[in-house]
């Protein structure tokens, strides 16, 4: 079931080659942020000093990576366009 349909247009295949590509770099940057967090909250063991509203920022940018990522994902199997993507998003 699609999750957004504004119009009889269809995804390209450059669309869904951006759209794949996007996806790629959000899954690496979501995995490059989850390293960050745990050598973070690792040194903060180790000093026995946390954080916690720095903790809570990094674990907030990972959850609206991966929100994001989730997005690009359903547009990918809905076939969304990037017009529709957009639209999508501010919502």
Same mark, same amino acid.
Request: no cysteine; glycine share 6%; charged share 40%.
């Given at each position: 079931?699609?999750?957004?349909?504004?119009?009889? *247009?269809?995804?390209?295949?450059? =669309?869904?080659?951006?759209?794949s590509e996007h996806l790629a770099e959000l899954d690496g @940057?979501?995995?490059?942020?989850?390293?960050? +967090? !745990?050598? @973070?909250?690792?040194?903060?063991?180790?000093? !026995?000093?946390?954080? &916690? &509203?720095? +903790?809570?920022?990094?674990?907030?940018? #990972?959850?609206? #990576?991966?929100? =994001?990522?989730?997005?690009?994902?359903? !547009?990918?199997?809905? !076939?969304? *366009? @990037?017009?529709e993507m957009a639209e999508l998003a501010k919502k």
């Open positions: 079931m699609a999750l957004f349909r504004k119009s009889d *247009t269809k995804q390209t295949s450059k =669309e869904r080659k951006q759209l @940057l979501r995995e490059e942020r989850l390293e960050d +967090l !745990g050598s @973070l909250a690792f040194d903060m063991h180790r000093r !026995g000093r946390f954080v &916690n &509203n720095l +903790l809570q920022e990094r674990v907030a940018e #990972i959850v609206a #990576i991966e929100e =994001e990522a989730d997005l690009v994902q359903q !547009g990918l199997e809905d !076939g969304l *366009t @990037l017009d």
